[in-house]
């Protein structure tokens, strides 16, 4: 009940193209959701988060897409760039204050140009 | 801009050996984390801390592992006898009440 299943483990998109990253989760006491954004040798770093009182939320070329009755929540990157080559995490946690994040396996996202 | 800062950027240490992984978090946060990425797998909680005392912890972070605040700044993962399955990127993380957990750049344990 403590797991985010992320998919898919791996995508490649062409430069100018949609990555669309899927997560779903069980525990509906999770009520805050983070994507975070890693490249190699560095830690994640927060990209977008919503909380699920809204269906979706937009930063940019960054869009979280939330579906509480599924209980799944998606990243969509438009107009991929070679710079957006990294792994993405989806997470979640209750919203309390210092309750741990719980990650899902990550999707290393190859954008070629 | 403020960071989460860890020390050091990689260790090497034989098996049985004790090593400390030390961080500081950002200056007005009160939760502190340490997350654990084995090589090309997910980040994994390990323990959170608030208010001087563990506020959480995984089944990873069995009796080997402790941490510390020993003073206002710093914020240490010891583990007493590490293991070979102990290499991995640790990640110190922390957090206010209001704002998102801010992570480290990791510190690179190899046991040999």
């Known amino acids: 009940q403590q797991q985010v299943k992320q998919s898919p483990q791996s995508l490649i998109v062409q430069k100018g193209g949609i990555s669309i990253i899927n997560c779903a989760y069980e525990?509906?006491?999770?009520?805050?959701f983070p994507w975070y954004q890693q490249f190699p040798g560095k830690g994640p770093a927060l990209l977008i988060a919503i909380r699920p009182d809204v269906s979706e939320k937009k930063e940019g070329r960054f869009t979280i897409s939330f579906n509480k009755s599924a209980k799944q929540f998606s990243l969509h990157i438009m107009d991929s760039q070679p710079g957006d080559s990294a792994t993405y995490f989806c997470?979640?946690?209750?919203?309390?204050?210092?309750?741990?994040?719980?990650f899902g396996k990550g999707t290393t996202l190859s954008v070629s140009s | 801009e403020p960071e989460v800062t860890q020390t050091p950027s990689h260790q090497v240490t034989q098996m049985g050996q004790e090593v400390i992984l030390r961080c500081v978090p950002i200056?007005?946060?009160?939760?502190f984390y340490w997350y654990r990425q084995i090589l090309g797998q997910k980040v994994e909680f390990l323990v959170s801390?608030?208010?001087?005392?563990?506020?959480?912890k995984s089944e990873i972070f069995d009796d080997q592992f402790s941490v510390e605040r020993p003073d206002g700044s710093n914020f240490t993962l010891k583990i007493r006898s590490t293991k070979l399955e102990d290499s991995a990127m640790y990640f110190c993380?922390?957090?206010?009440?209001?704002?998102?957990?801010?992570f480290g750049q990791g510190t690179r344990l190899t046991v040999v």
């Open positions: 525990n509906t006491a999770f009520d805050y």
């Open positions: 993380a922390s957090r206010s009440r209001t704002t998102e957990a801010f």
């Open positions: 801390f608030y208010n001087n005392e563990i506020s959480e």
């Open positions: 200056s007005n946060h009160l939760y």
């Open positions: 997470a979640a946690n209750p919203n309390q204050a210092g309750t741990a994040l719980i």
